[in-house]
Protein backbone atom coordinates (compact mmCIF):
# COMPACT_ATOMS: atom_id res chain seq x y z
CA UNK A 1 0.00 0.00 0.00
CA UNK A 2 1.79 3.47 -1.24
CA UNK A 3 2.10 6.08 1.59
CA UNK A 4 2.07 9.50 1.19
CA UNK A 5 3.82 11.89 3.35
CA UNK A 6 2.45 15.26 4.03
CA UNK A 7 4.87 18.21 3.96
CA UNK A 8 5.31 22.25 4.46
CA UNK A 9 5.62 23.79 1.01
CA UNK A 10 9.54 24.01 2.10
CA UNK A 11 9.56 19.79 2.57
CA UNK A 12 9.04 19.40 6.27
CA UNK A 13 6.97 16.94 7.09
CA UNK A 14 3.47 18.09 9.10
CA UNK A 15 3.79 17.59 12.34
CA UNK A 16 0.30 15.79 14.02
CA UNK A 17 -0.36 18.60 16.34
CA UNK A 18 -0.30 22.63 14.70
CA UNK A 19 -0.84 25.85 16.27
CA UNK A 20 -2.28 28.46 13.94
CA UNK A 21 -3.15 32.27 14.58
CA UNK A 22 -6.06 33.59 12.89
CA UNK A 23 -5.53 34.50 9.70
CA UNK A 24 -2.85 32.27 9.29
CA UNK A 25 -2.66 31.11 5.97
CA UNK A 26 -1.07 27.12 5.86
CA UNK A 27 0.22 25.58 3.00
CA UNK A 28 0.68 22.26 2.55
CA UNK A 29 1.29 19.27 -0.40
CA UNK A 30 1.41 16.22 -0.68
CA UNK A 31 3.93 14.68 -3.84
CA UNK A 32 4.36 11.85 -6.18
CA UNK A 33 0.42 10.75 -6.10
CA UNK A 34 -0.78 8.17 -8.65
CA UNK A 35 -2.42 10.45 -11.33
CA UNK A 36 -5.86 8.67 -10.84
CA UNK A 37 -5.86 9.77 -7.36
CA UNK A 38 -8.06 12.65 -6.11
CA UNK A 39 -7.34 14.35 -2.99
CA UNK A 40 -9.27 16.29 -1.19
CA UNK A 41 -9.02 18.46 2.27
CA UNK A 42 -11.57 18.40 4.88
CA UNK A 43 -12.00 20.10 8.21
CA UNK A 44 -14.28 18.95 10.80
CA UNK A 45 -15.37 22.66 11.15
CA UNK A 46 -15.47 24.41 8.11
CA UNK A 47 -16.19 28.20 9.38
CA UNK A 48 -12.75 28.08 12.10
CA UNK A 49 -10.46 26.47 9.33
CA UNK A 50 -11.03 27.03 5.11
CA UNK A 51 -9.64 24.92 2.72
CA UNK A 52 -8.88 24.70 -1.06
CA UNK A 53 -6.65 22.77 -3.13
CA UNK A 54 -5.18 22.51 -6.54
CA UNK A 55 -3.55 19.71 -8.45
CA UNK A 56 -0.55 19.46 -10.70
CA UNK A 57 -1.37 16.53 -13.42
CA UNK A 58 2.50 17.23 -14.47
CA UNK A 59 3.79 16.77 -11.36
CA UNK A 60 1.39 14.63 -10.26
CA UNK A 61 1.11 16.33 -6.73
CA UNK A 62 -1.27 18.25 -4.85
CA UNK A 63 -1.58 21.85 -2.86
CA UNK A 64 -3.79 22.62 -0.20
CA UNK A 65 -4.07 26.21 1.10
CA UNK A 66 -5.63 26.10 4.90
CA UNK A 67 -6.43 29.16 6.35
CA UNK A 68 -7.49 29.87 9.78
CA UNK A 69 -10.60 31.54 10.22
CA UNK A 70 -11.34 31.66 13.96
CA UNK A 71 -10.27 31.11 17.84
CA UNK A 72 -11.22 27.28 18.46
CA UNK A 73 -9.67 24.04 17.73
CA UNK A 74 -10.43 21.95 14.44
CA UNK A 75 -9.28 18.77 12.57
CA UNK A 76 -7.61 18.54 9.42
CA UNK A 77 -7.67 15.44 6.78
CA UNK A 78 -6.69 14.89 3.52
CA UNK A 79 -9.18 12.41 2.13
CA UNK A 80 -8.36 10.50 -0.86
CA UNK A 81 -11.34 9.91 -3.53
CA UNK A 82 -10.22 6.54 -4.75
CA UNK A 83 -9.74 6.75 -8.79
CA UNK A 84 -10.58 3.11 -11.01
CA UNK A 85 -7.92 0.57 -11.13
CA UNK A 86 -5.36 3.07 -8.52
CA UNK A 87 -4.16 0.90 -5.51
CA UNK A 88 -4.96 2.17 -1.50
CA UNK A 89 -3.13 4.89 -0.63
CA UNK A 90 -2.08 5.73 3.19
CA UNK A 91 -1.92 9.64 4.15
CA UNK A 92 0.98 10.44 7.32
CA UNK A 93 -0.58 11.72 9.38
CA UNK A 94 -3.97 10.86 8.78
CA UNK A 95 -5.40 13.72 10.97
CA UNK A 96 -3.57 16.65 11.81
CA UNK A 97 -5.58 18.62 15.09
CA UNK A 98 -4.87 22.54 14.69
CA UNK A 99 -5.55 25.03 17.50
CA UNK A 100 -6.39 28.38 16.49
CA UNK A 101 -5.38 31.47 18.70
CA UNK A 102 -6.19 34.94 18.58
CA UNK A 103 -4.08 37.79 17.10
CA UNK A 104 -1.65 39.42 19.55
CA UNK A 105 -2.35 43.25 19.81
CA UNK A 106 -0.59 45.55 21.40
CA UNK A 107 -1.60 47.00 24.77
CA UNK A 108 -4.07 50.44 24.38
CA UNK A 109 -1.06 53.20 23.85
CA UNK A 110 -2.42 55.89 25.60
CA UNK A 111 -1.95 53.31 29.23
CA UNK A 112 2.03 53.05 30.83
CA UNK A 113 1.76 49.43 30.14
CA UNK A 114 1.44 50.48 26.21
CA UNK A 115 4.30 52.49 26.30
CA UNK A 116 6.21 50.52 27.99
CA UNK A 117 5.86 47.49 25.68
CA UNK A 118 6.38 50.01 22.51
CA UNK A 119 9.48 50.94 23.85
CA UNK A 120 10.99 47.89 25.12
CA UNK A 121 9.99 46.29 21.30
CA UNK A 122 11.95 49.13 19.85
CA UNK A 123 15.03 49.62 21.90
CA UNK A 124 15.56 46.04 22.77
CA UNK A 125 17.38 43.58 20.31
CA UNK A 126 15.01 41.35 18.41
CA UNK A 127 15.94 37.37 18.38
CA UNK A 128 17.42 37.68 15.05
CA UNK A 129 19.85 40.15 16.04
CA UNK A 130 21.03 38.20 19.37
CA UNK A 131 23.79 36.93 17.72
CA UNK A 132 25.49 39.81 16.55
CA UNK A 133 24.02 42.52 19.50
CA UNK A 134 24.95 40.26 22.42
CA UNK A 135 22.20 39.03 23.89
CA UNK A 136 22.48 35.10 25.33
CA UNK A 137 18.49 34.20 25.64
CA UNK A 138 15.43 35.71 26.73
CA UNK A 139 16.32 36.06 30.59
CA UNK A 140 18.90 38.14 29.33
CA UNK A 141 16.36 40.35 26.85
CA UNK A 142 14.11 40.46 30.08
CA UNK A 143 16.77 41.64 32.43
CA UNK A 144 17.59 44.92 29.73
CA UNK A 145 13.87 45.23 29.89
CA UNK A 146 13.56 46.01 33.22
CA UNK A 147 17.15 47.47 33.49
CA UNK A 148 15.00 50.36 30.97
CA UNK A 149 12.26 50.37 33.17
CA UNK A 150 14.19 51.78 36.10
CA UNK A 151 16.20 54.37 34.20
CA UNK A 152 12.82 55.67 33.12
CA UNK A 153 11.61 55.89 37.37
CA UNK A 154 14.82 57.21 38.30
CA UNK A 155 14.45 59.77 35.67
CA UNK A 156 11.07 60.62 36.75
CA UNK A 157 11.83 60.91 40.48
CA UNK A 158 15.17 62.29 40.71
CA UNK A 159 15.65 65.85 41.59
CA UNK A 160 15.96 67.53 38.35
CA UNK A 161 13.69 65.58 35.36
CA UNK A 162 14.90 68.89 33.13
CA UNK A 163 18.48 67.30 33.40
CA UNK A 164 16.73 64.44 30.80
CA UNK A 165 15.00 67.33 28.84
CA UNK A 166 11.34 66.50 30.98
CA UNK A 167 11.23 69.73 33.18
CA UNK A 168 7.84 69.57 35.15
CA UNK A 169 7.49 65.56 34.09
CA UNK A 170 4.57 64.24 36.22
CA UNK A 171 4.63 60.52 34.66
CA UNK A 172 6.96 58.41 32.55
CA UNK A 173 5.57 59.18 29.28
CA UNK A 174 6.44 62.44 29.66
CA UNK A 175 10.12 61.72 30.41
CA UNK A 176 9.77 59.27 27.33
CA UNK A 177 8.79 61.98 24.94
CA UNK A 178 11.53 64.66 26.49
CA UNK A 179 13.32 66.68 24.16
CA UNK A 180 14.17 69.78 25.37
CA UNK A 181 17.79 68.83 25.30
CA UNK A 182 17.82 66.61 22.12
CA UNK A 183 15.10 63.62 21.62
CA UNK A 184 16.03 61.36 24.40
CA UNK A 185 14.37 58.49 22.85
CA UNK A 186 14.75 57.89 19.22
CA UNK A 187 11.01 58.13 17.71
CA UNK A 188 9.18 58.56 20.42
CA UNK A 189 9.73 62.43 21.41
CA UNK A 190 5.88 62.62 20.03
CA UNK A 191 4.20 59.74 21.18
CA UNK A 192 2.14 58.09 20.88
CA UNK A 193 2.75 59.27 17.18
CA UNK A 194 5.92 57.35 16.46
CA UNK A 195 8.82 57.66 13.85
CA UNK A 196 8.96 55.32 11.29
CA UNK A 197 11.77 53.30 11.95
CA UNK A 198 10.51 52.45 15.38
CA UNK A 199 7.13 51.92 14.33
CA UNK A 200 8.17 49.51 11.10
CA UNK A 201 10.11 47.72 14.13
CA UNK A 202 7.22 46.87 16.20
CA UNK A 203 5.42 45.97 13.40
CA UNK A 204 7.96 43.57 12.18
CA UNK A 205 8.07 42.07 15.76
CA UNK A 206 4.24 41.58 16.15
CA UNK A 207 3.76 40.00 12.40
CA UNK A 208 6.06 37.31 13.38
CA UNK A 209 4.69 36.93 16.75
CA UNK A 210 0.92 36.44 14.79
CA UNK A 211 2.88 34.38 12.09
CA UNK A 212 2.48 30.47 13.39
CA UNK A 213 3.76 29.28 9.99
CA UNK A 214 6.83 30.65 10.81
CA UNK A 215 8.06 27.65 12.49
CA UNK A 216 12.14 29.21 12.67
CA UNK A 217 11.00 32.33 14.36
CA UNK A 218 7.39 32.29 16.23
CA UNK A 219 7.68 30.75 19.17
CA UNK A 220 11.30 33.22 19.62
CA UNK A 221 9.47 36.15 18.87
CA UNK A 222 6.58 35.42 20.77
CA UNK A 223 8.52 34.55 24.01
CA UNK A 224 10.22 37.85 23.62
CA UNK A 225 6.64 40.23 22.86
CA UNK A 226 5.67 38.40 26.54
CA UNK A 227 8.93 39.20 27.88
CA UNK A 228 8.16 42.79 26.95
CA UNK A 229 4.24 42.53 29.05
CA UNK A 230 5.13 40.77 31.78
CA UNK A 231 8.21 43.62 32.35
CA UNK A 232 5.76 46.46 31.52
CA UNK A 233 2.94 44.77 33.93
CA UNK A 234 5.38 43.21 36.83
CA UNK A 235 5.94 45.38 39.98
CA UNK A 236 9.64 47.63 39.41
CA UNK A 237 12.28 45.60 39.78
CA UNK A 238 14.88 46.83 42.22
CA UNK A 239 17.65 49.03 40.71
CA UNK A 240 20.90 47.16 40.08
CA UNK A 241 22.89 49.81 40.72
CA UNK A 242 23.93 51.30 44.52
CA UNK A 243 23.24 54.96 43.19
CA UNK A 244 21.04 54.80 40.66
CA UNK A 245 20.63 53.55 36.57
CA UNK A 246 20.01 57.11 34.59
CA UNK A 247 20.87 55.83 30.71
CA UNK A 248 21.28 53.25 28.14
CA UNK A 249 22.41 52.91 24.99
CA UNK A 250 22.66 50.11 22.57
CA UNK A 251 25.80 48.10 23.12
CA UNK A 252 29.55 49.82 22.44
CA UNK A 253 27.83 53.27 21.58
CA UNK A 254 29.45 54.74 24.47
CA UNK A 255 28.10 56.83 26.93
CA UNK A 256 25.36 59.82 26.78
CA UNK A 257 28.06 62.30 28.03
CA UNK A 258 30.48 62.70 30.47
CA UNK A 259 28.26 62.83 33.51
CA UNK A 260 27.60 59.16 32.33
CA UNK A 261 29.34 56.34 33.80
CA UNK A 262 28.96 52.94 32.74
CA UNK A 263 27.30 50.11 34.93
CA UNK A 264 26.71 46.80 33.03
CA UNK A 265 25.40 45.71 29.78
CA UNK A 266 22.76 43.41 29.29
CA UNK A 267 20.41 42.99 27.37
CA UNK A 268 22.20 44.29 24.11
CA UNK A 269 22.35 48.14 25.65
CA UNK A 270 24.64 48.96 28.03
CA UNK A 271 23.34 51.12 31.43
CA UNK A 272 24.86 54.00 32.83
CA UNK A 273 25.08 55.79 35.90
CA UNK A 274 24.89 59.49 37.02
CA UNK A 275 28.06 61.87 38.34
CA UNK A 276 25.21 63.85 40.11
CA UNK A 277 21.57 61.95 39.89
CA UNK A 278 21.11 59.59 42.96
CA UNK A 279 17.85 57.50 43.69
CA UNK A 280 17.70 55.82 47.39
CA UNK A 281 16.58 52.65 47.24
Known sequence: MPNALLKFSYN????????????????????????????????DIPHLLDVSGTHNSRADSWAFVITA???GN????????????APMLTITPPLVNITIKKQ??????????????????AEAPAPQTWPDTGVTDIEDAKQGMRMMR?????????????????????????????????????????????????????????ALVNDATNLRWNAQYTAFYNAALEVATENLAPDPS????????????????RDFSEFKTSGGNTFFTHAIQRISQ
Not at 12 to 28: D, E, I
Not at 181 to 206: A, R, S
Not at 245 to 257: K, Q, V, Y
Open 104 to 121: VSLPDAASDVGMLVRLFL
Open 242 to 257: PTGLFGWRTARSGAPS
Open 69 to 71: MRE
Open 150 to 206: RVLHNRLNSKKPQDFGAPNARSITDIVRASTHGVQFLGFDQYPKLGGGQEQTINGVL
Open 12 to 43: APVPSVLTLVVGNKLRVKLEAIDKRQKLVAVS
Open 74 to 85: AKLAIQVQQGAG
